[in-house]
């Protein structure tokens, strides 16, 4: 468990910027976007995913993919 502390570390400080922030335990991560509009905080969960040192860069970075079919997106 420790490792994966260390591992996805970088995934988890790529999301501390202003209305974004991330929770992780073990091999799972929570990223939390928050915003006025429902569109807002889906354009705000693209632009993590997108932009350079973000969550697509960190997957390639750590040959470590996403699996898009346990992915969920709840918005509150």
Known sequence: MLLYI????DLLEALRQANEDAI?????????????TLKGTTQALKRF?????????????????????????MHC
Do not use: C, P
């Not at 260390?6 to 570390?9: D, H, K, M, Q, S």
């Not at 992780?24 to 006025?36: F, R």
């Not at 995913?49 to 992915?71: L, T």
């Open 6 to 9: 260390i591992y996805n570390a």
């Open 49 to 73: 995913m997108e932009r350079r040192e973000g969550g697509f860069d960190w997957a390639q970075d750590h040959n470590s993919r996403f699996e898009i079919s346990k992915v969920a997106v």
């Open 24 to 36: 992780g335990y073990v091999d799972d991560v929570l990223v939390i976007a928050t915003a006025k």
